[in-house]
DNA sequence: GTGTAGTTAAACCATATGGTTTAACCGTAA
DNA sequence: TTACGGTTAAACCATATGGTTTAACTACAC
């Protein structure tokens, strides 16, 4: 049944190291700026074996961002699978969101230039991960914890859509803007668990605070 | 004096158009992406005139980027510089920063490029206009004004660099993954003057109930 | 040994790229 | 008229780019 492969990925070990080397090459440069002879050193191998694991740019492209992709989101979403308790769910969400970017700063990169140019990709990893799949979807899981918390009044009906964004625009901006931020405040350092901690605290308590409840009763 | 000259720019009226066109296409392929050729095309003029006027690629790059950045974000502190009544300066921060993102789109999409190689033209810009100028810088105040609604008992005490973050985060977010989200949300559509009005307000009600002194002495 | 998949070096190809140079043209100011 | 800056078309240059082809070599399977 020919060599040795490798089953993980459906690529032989070197069809694994040039995706690692694509990987490396592709996050410093992104597509455009990337170069086919540079991913090619970068796994030590020649252009003609790169070409012979991978017809095209776009392809090797396409298949590395998607293996990225999926691989982060599967891990997020299986993660943070809401149990029903809406207190619980923001604090997981927010901390295994955090300590995924903080663990897999790669990601934030990818999906940086993935953007820039239009992110046709990762709209379509993305979208099947979060309406896909089985059992319940993720969103509608998610949805529905926030409806009923609302509906038993523990907090203040909020859309559950918008506290989604709000959570992951929190989460997310100090990984996204960590070029330009570290240089214009310095002590901000997405690489420093002190931070990362304390930024997990201040958004847990503006978000909790801010849907939750209030004891008692409101006033005008 | 020499020909017509336009003061506004330091260009002349063909400089201006160049670095229009330079706008469009870097904007549309990012720095590796672009083609002098193509910049040249848009601008309707060709390759000999275009290095007439700027040297290098580089060159137009960091100043197309250097007019985009410091027009907006001048634009933008001037219309938050606070009042010293935090309510107001939450609710004008929301407000002006997601008007002026969805009236000028492009400036996400040039962060995006920029961060995705580093971000050292932005990293300038930015931290010139947040922390230089006349007066108190704009950080400063803010700064200020978080920690006198401390202070006072208005708000809990919350660290002003988080809250910034915060509401940077939840603003831009929307804008930044409108590529990815359209495609997974249908509904999410930052040109729609309906969606960003909701976004506002939740935004806003989050952060205020999140920050906010509660009314009647705190419980366990 | 023969065949086959993986691998290499090297030449090759068409095209693109950033950038320069040259010669000429045009309108206006001196 | 002359001089000059803005402008053009076109050729030119060195190098890079994505991708292909060829011939040969290696190790392992049969």
Redo the contacts between chains.
């Keep these: 049944m020919g060599p040795v492969i490798e089953k993980e990925t459906g690529h032989g070990a070197t069809g694994d190291r040039i995706l690692d080397a694509a990987r490396v090459v592709f996050l410093e440069?992104?597509k455009?700026?990337a170069r086919m002879h540079g991913i090619a050193a970068q796994a030590g191998i020649n252009k003609a074996l790169l070409h012979y694991y991978f017809r095209s740019k776009e392809d090797l492209y396409r298949e590395v961002l998607t293996k990225e992709l999926t691989v982060f989101f599967r891990g997020l979403i299986e993660s943070i699978r809401p149990s029903g308790d809406i207190e619980a769910l923001v604090r997981d969400f927010i901390d295994n969101y955090i300590d995924r970017l903080s663990r897999n700063p790669q990601v934030v990169?990818f999906?940086?230039?993935?953007?820039?140019?239009?992110?046709p990709v990762?709209?379509?990893v993305?979208?099947g991960i979060?309406?896909g799949g089985e059992g319940v979807p993720i969103?509608r899981a998610f949805s529905n914890t926030v409806g009923d918390a609302a509906r038993s009044g523990r907090i203040?009906p909020?859309?559950p859509?918008?506290?989604l964004?709000?959570l992951?625009?929190?989460?997310?901006?100090?990984f996204?803007?960590a070029?330009?931020?570290s240089?214009?405040?310095p002590g901000?350092d997405t690489s420093d668990k002190t931070f990362l901690e304390?930024?997990k605290r201040?958004?847990f308590?503006?978000?909790?605070?801010?849907?939750r409840a209030?004891?008692?009763g409101n006033?005008g």
């Design positions: 440069k992104g455009a700026g990169r999906l940086t230039w993935e953007v820039g140019s239009g992110g990762a709209r379509n993305i979208g979060v309406h969103y203040r909020v859309d859509q918008h506290l964004f709000s992951i625009g929190m989460c997310i901006y100090v996204l803007a070029p330009i931020l240089g214009v405040f901000v304390k930024r201040e958004i308590d503006l978000v909790w605070y801010g849907i209030e004891k008692g006033d």
